[in-house]
């Protein structure tokens, strides 16, 4: 056998590096640009610190719902019931703190276990049952759409203790003295995590380096590293500037971080990714394809709890109309960031990507008084023109 | 007389492989034709150019229909001139009536409103003509293959048939469904209809045939008048075996040593049809260091039996006993069987043996994330350098192990698919039609590749339709024919010839439906 090494002639190596950084940050050049618009015809408004910390606040559960729909459209399925799953947690949530009384820690994991039982009822029937998903999540959309009302009665029932509130309007406590308007501890951690991700960067492509793998060109890394320092600083200035991180940015960073990582570098990971791309060489390569669909659906009750919560915190109130429509906004989301309706494609980065344009979409056209209902028909262009564009460039 | 259909010197190639070269062809009005040869002799590609798949300008040679020169565009030319083709998967809407499925494309109808009555009443016609008593309400779901089958010949009749053409119509039918097809057939011969009637069973052939021709590798090698001599079984067999050693094998240094895989009264069934017997109770063992071909028509229950050992992936209601170096095991799920030390290499590489959409890296370490993966958490570093590994020493031609599986050829993706199990470390592989879609080149590498598994002391298995290439590899051969082995050869003295025989030989005694036909001897009706 010959000794042949990895590399490859250089030209070749740059040009598909190039395609495929293209690829993989088309998405977020789309939304640099999106903002950049709203940024201009709002005369700055949109990144003003007030309005970029309500935006996070707005779209938070959008997120925390798309990494988990993610997984479910990797694996070649959908839940529609997110939402409805959504309002009735909220709805347990406000019966047990509001009219029982029931210490906020617990009810908050009871919630979210009820969620994950909500999805495992689901995924069962998908998984073992192989009713396709579409019609099992509809019937669960309607389902607990219902239960929410029954649980509410029809009235909103509110509001919930001041701690529990924290969830979603609460800041990160400010430990350091403040110097102005600054909050120092949340600038400081802004800027461990971009030193952080650079340093994190460099140490992998040492790394590969140090085993003869060929790596992006220096340049590129170095211009990558420093663009994204400077975004990650400067949102956290602009953010600092108000009233620090919220706790509610907290959760979600530290949730895109752990499904980045499973979805990337770990075995169930890379088998949830098998199952949608073929199941079964997948589960003829000794995957347990039910079991792992199964778990997406569990893994996604949980994650619509937890989104309901939020919701429900930053509402003060659980009302009968929780929820309503937010599947539309979550499953948007994993196709603009580039998930195939296929399954076996798409990425956590993409689905986050995905939410935010869909967030920055609805808040700046809100700022410039173009009524919801252009809104919706410009949303809806944007889905198809994003799924045309990543369609058009699967193809070429 | 003269022929209805002539194809005059038909020569078709695929990207450089010669599918049929100056194929000469006739059939006469009221003739029932015979057109007999292994699988990948050209027969579908003929009735393909005839039916207009093949369009006229993508192949060489001319078809002269009725007197005329035709030049078929597409499958509608040729219907309108009423040459129908029956395909052996059949082509009917299973939650339709037999009516709806009858007059699918044109219903008669009134100002576009399908008229029932006379939709009705045609069927019940048609029926009648093919000898099926069933209401024209039934749904096709609830009919067997072989009604469902004299359903497709009657949609047939709807239409205006001058020609029809039969793909292995009697492969999926048992012993009384097929006499009956048969006699339809000979029926048709009375109307003057002209048949072609494609088949593996000689005995069928035998009894109905006016003419058999022999295809093989694409050329016409054998032309008999079944009414002018007497159809010998064997002239027939040798016409469509044999052929000169094309491709050669690579040299082996044989070293067998100690059993490593028992299989004994081994039996599955049906998972649809519970009630079919599949593999019938079959023995089957391989060594260290052995390889074993089994041999067999498409269908004669070689990838059921390779897919019910490996993790029970096929069938149901298996039982039956699996030693694996000589130690009782049972094998419930494939992760359990990869465990033992088990792969199974699939005959459908793109539909079941890989993902095409994931890289070469993804694909060679599906089966075996755990080696590069301590604590759940994949290295990437040392998945990189295992499928580049594997890369080189199977020569597997990609830009890089992140090229996407789906753009690779056929021989190198078959590559990846030995990579990915070879990773697994088994003591047993089980390759399914490991050569099929390969070119030469790559079949070398294949065997080479067999070769160096079998060298490493590892039993190999290797099922496969191409004749030459099981004498050429393999240490032993077993003949499977209708889910039981009907013969076993040592490598050395296996021929083609015996090996047809064998499956022939068993074809005859299952279908044997009348007698007289058994014999061969040219018991013409």
Known sequence: MTDKTVSLPEERQHGSFIKNNLRNYGMLMSLVAIMLFFQVVTGGTLLQPLNLTNLVLQNSYIVIMALGMLLIIVTGHIDLSVGSVAGFIGAVAALLMVTYKVDYTLAFVACLALGAAIGAAQGYWVAYFKIPSFIVTLAGMLVFKGLALAVLQGQSLGPFPATFQKLSSGFIPELLPEAGTLHPTSMLIGALLALGLVYASAKGRSREQSHGIEVEPYGFFLGKSIVLACAVLYFTYLIATYRGLPNVLVIMSALIALYGFVTRRTVIGRQIYAVGGNAKAASLSGIKTERLTFLTFVNMGALAALAGLVFAARLNTATPKAGLGFELDVIAACFIGGASAYGGVGRVGGAVVGAMIMGVMNNGMSILGIGIDYQQVIKGLVLLGAVCIDVYNQRR | ?525
């Not at chain 2, 009221?30 to 300008?57: C, D, F, R």
């Not at chain 2, 809407?93 to 006379?118: Q, T, W, Y």
């Not at chain 2, 044989?254 to 081994?266: A, Q, S, T, Y």
């Not at chain 2, 419930?332 to 959409?357: F, H, M, N, S």
Request: glycine share 8%; net charge negative.
């Open chain 2, 1 to 525: 007389m003269t022929a209805m259909l002539e194809m005059r010197n038909v020569s078709k190639s695929f990207a450089g492989v010669q599918a049929l070269r100056d194929v000469n062809f006739s059939v006469r009005a009221g003739q029932i034709h015979a057109l007999v040869g292994e699988n990948g002799a050209g027969k579908s590609t003929l009735m393909k150019v005839l039916s207009g798949v093949y369009p006229h300008g993508s192949y060489e040679g001319t078809i002269v229909f009725e007197g005329e020169e035709r030049r078929f565009r597409d499958i509608n030319d040729s219907e309108a001139l009423g040459i129908i083709i029956i395909h052996q998967e059949l082509a009917l809407i299973p939650l339709m009536s037999i009516a709806e499925n009858i007059f699918l494309s044109h219903p008669p109808s009134k100002l576009g409103v399908i008229d029932r009555d006379e939709v009705y009443r045609r069927t019940r016609e048609l029926l009648a003509q093919v000898g099926l008593k069933e209401s024209p309400d039934t749904l096709i779901t609830d009919l067997g293959v072989g009604k469902q089958q004299l359903v497709e010949i009657a949609k047939a009749l709807s239409k205006r048939v001058r020609m029809l053409i039969l793909d292995e119509p009697t492969a999926s039918l048992n012993e009384a469904d097929s006499a009956a097809l048969l006699e339809r057939l000979m029926a048709f011969r009375e109307q003057g209809i002209g048949s072609i009637l494609i088949s593996h069973k000689l005995n069928e052939v035998a009894r109905v045939a006016d003419h058999i021709t022999v295809l093989r590798d694409g050329r016409t090698v054998d032309s008999i008048d079944c009414h002018a001599e007497p159809i010998q079984e064997d002239r027939i067999i040798r016409s469509m075996v044999n052929r000169d050693m094309a491709h050669r094998f690579p040299e082996r240094n044989v070293k067998i040593g100690e059993p490593v895989l028992d299989v004994e009264n081994w039996s599955v069934y049906h998972p649809i049809h519970p009630e079919r017997q599949v593999i019938k109770n079959v023995s089957f063992g391989v060594k260290r260091g052995e390889v074993v071909g089994i041999a067999g028509l498409m269908g004669a229950g070689r990838t059921e039996f390779a897919m019910s050992l490996f993790g029970r992936s096929w069938g149901t209601n298996i039982s039956g006993i699996i030693r694996l170096e000589g130690r009782e095991i049972a094998l419930p799920t494939v992760a359990a069987a990869i465990d033992a030390g088990l792969a199974y290499v699939t005959e459908d590489r793109k539909q079941l043996g890989l993902i095409l959409a994931d890289d070469v890296r993804k694909n060679i370490t599906l089966a075996s994330l755990d080696q590069v993966a301590p604590g759940r958490v994949i290295d990437d570093i040392a998945e990189l350098k295992v499928a580049s590994d594997y890369r080189n020493r199977m020569r597997i031609r990609c830009s890089d192990v992140y090229q996407e599986t789906g753009q690779l050829s056929g021989g190198n993706q078959q590559k990846v698919v030995l990579s990915k199990w070879l990773m697994t470390d088994p003591k047993v592989l089980i390759l399914d039609e490991p050569t099929r879609g390969i070119d030469v080149g790559a079949k070398y590498e294949i065997y080479c590749i067999i070769n160096e598994l079998a060298e490493a002391g590892r039993g190999v298995v290797v099922i496969s339709s191409e004749m030459p290439e099981l004498l050429g590899i393999c240490d032993r051969i077993c003949v499977m024919n209708d889910g039981a082995f009907v013969g076993e050869f040592k490598g050395s003295e296996a021929t083609q010839e015996k090996i047809m025989r064998a499956i022939m030989r068993n074809e005859r005694s299952i279908g044997n439906a009348a007698p007289a036909a058994a014999e061969m001897g040219g018991s013409q009706p």
